[in-house]
């Protein structure tokens, strides 16, 4: 076997370097890429009259012809392969002849990889930003239809005040949309053509990088050609999107987990995203979500790893950046699957809408509307909030409830408050008397659902 860079050593490759450095398997998910970059790459050769018209020919003949074996899944690599470059390129040489042995003419594998990557985020992104549409649309929709359901909301884990379920889900919502936002980001730091900056320092044929760009659909061009070929912040982008994404499924898993144990009982999940015990019969355990809050740690660290590997590595090209498909493929895959498994669960998830409303019953939750009252009757906040601790204090000794007080207790304890106005604040009270924007004030949080149903249409 050959390699491309065999003319200037001596010995041939000891099995434990060829072991330790050949890439072929891993980048097989850059073939259709590697393909398209060649045909491009091929085209604009011809067009320069760097490679003649029957040669160009004969090149993207042999090229088509592969990249329809990798579309059906028939094309194979050997073991013997360097990487996906040299596999491309060895079989377009047998099939050809020759002519297959100038299609690396004003390239390098350097130029060519970092294309590659680029090509699979110019592709996979605008994939992940739509399973998050997917998913917030799934949201939404169940937002929708518990518009009306009232639910204890928590600070430090604790229950703070009532809130409508509807907006609690749509928090999610607004948290997955800055995702998308970044996976926006991430591939306008992509969509930047590499193909012509060779190993660094450009070449001396007369390469059109402006020609390639356009027909690989990118809208930009590099512009230092040390700095193409260095580039991995555009993977690290990726992966930060990535490990955002996750992070946020993670805490929904997280809610979800808790809200379906049977001593809570917010929420049944479906049985088909959960497994049982294999010696308690009376299990139902939240594996699938377990697992989306377990492989999220995955990508947060594959975060830590693609910034660790660039730190150490002077410009420009080195072999480290081999490993970034390492954390790039698995991470990109997760985060895909994660996002799927969480629209469709929400598909047939179900909230228990009286356990929550019973649930506000417990942790005083309407406390803070009672300082709110006192306020709006001329008596400073800070005393209002006093005033309101003394009642929620009573309630505790008394074990009871805050409407539960004595009328006369609370008259002597704080005689500006109107003991009927306790006894009728109920969570749904509560909710509705929240007015301003952005809150889980019904009318706030009907138009909530409209925007957001207009947004992701």
Avoid at 269 to 281: A, R
């Amino acid at each position: 076997m050959s390699f491309l860079w065999e003319g200037r050593l001596q010995a041939s490759l000891h099995s434990l370097a060829k072991a330790f450095t050949f890439s072929p398997e891993t980048d097989l998910k850059l073939a259709k890429y590697d393909v398209t970059g060649s045909i491009a790459h091929t085209k604009m050769l011809m067009e320069t009259g760097v490679l003649s018209r029957i040669d160009g020919r004969s090149i993207l003949s042999g090229l088509n012809e592969i990249l329809t074996e990798i579309k059906e899944g028939t094309f194979q690599i050997s073991q013997d392969d360097e990487d996906i470059h040299s596999s491309i390129e060895r079989q377009l040489i047998e099939r050809i002849g020759d002519a297959g042995a100038k299609l690396h003419t004003g390239r390098s594998r350097n130029d060519q990889i970092v294309l590659d990557e680029k090509l699979y985020l110019k592709e996979i992104l605008p994939l992940l930003q739509e399973k998050i549409r997917l998913f917030q649309k799934s949201l939404v929709k169940k937002a929708e239809e518990y518009e009306n359901a009232v639910m204890p909301e928590c600070t430090h884990f604790q229950p703070s005040q009532p809130v409508l379920l509807a907006h609690h889900l749509l928090a999610w919502v607004e948290m997955l949309d800055r995702d998308r936002r970044r996976f926006g980001y991430a591939l306008e730091l992509a969509d930047v053509s590499p193909l012509g900056a060779g190993s660094g320092t450009g070449s001396s044929f007369p390469l059109r990088p402006d020609i390639t760009a356009k027909e690989l659909g990118f809208h930009e061009i590099f512009s230092n050609s040390v700095d193409a070929v260095s580039d991995r912040d555009f993977i690290a982008d990726a992966l930060v999107a990535c490990a955002s994404t996750m992070t946020h499924l993670s805490r929904f898993a997280e809610e979800l987990i808790l809200w379906s144990n049977p001593l809570i009982g917010f929420v049944s999940l479906p049985d088909e995203f959960c497994t049982g015990s294999s010696i308690m019969p009376q299990k139902k355990n939240p594996d699938v979500l377990e697992l989306i809050r377990g492989k999220s740690a995955r990508v947060i660290s594959a975060v830590s790893g693609i910034f660790t590997l660039m730190k150490g590595t002077a410009l420009s090209y080195n072999r480290d950046f081999q490993e970034d498909k390492e954390y790039l493929f698995p991470s990109v895959e997760t985060t895909a699957l994660s996002l799927e498994i969480f629209a469709a669960l929400f598909d047939s998830i179900t909230f228990d809408t009286n356990a929550m409303e019973k649930a506000c019953e417990k942790g005083y939750l309407t406390a803070t509307d009672i300082a709110e009252n006192l306020t709006k009757q001329g008596i400073p906040f800070r005393k209002a909030h006093h005033a309101a601790g003394i009642l929620v204090r009573r309630a505790i000794e008394k074990k009871s409830t805050l409407a539960n007080l004595d009328p006369k207790e609370i008259h002597s304890l704080v005689p500006e408050i109107s003991p009927e106005f306790i006894a009728e604040l109920t969570a749904k009270k509560s909710v509705s008397l929240k007015a301003s924007p952005g809150g889980t004030g019904p009318h706030h949080v009907a138009q909530e659902i409209l925007q957001w149903k207009k947004r992701l249409q």
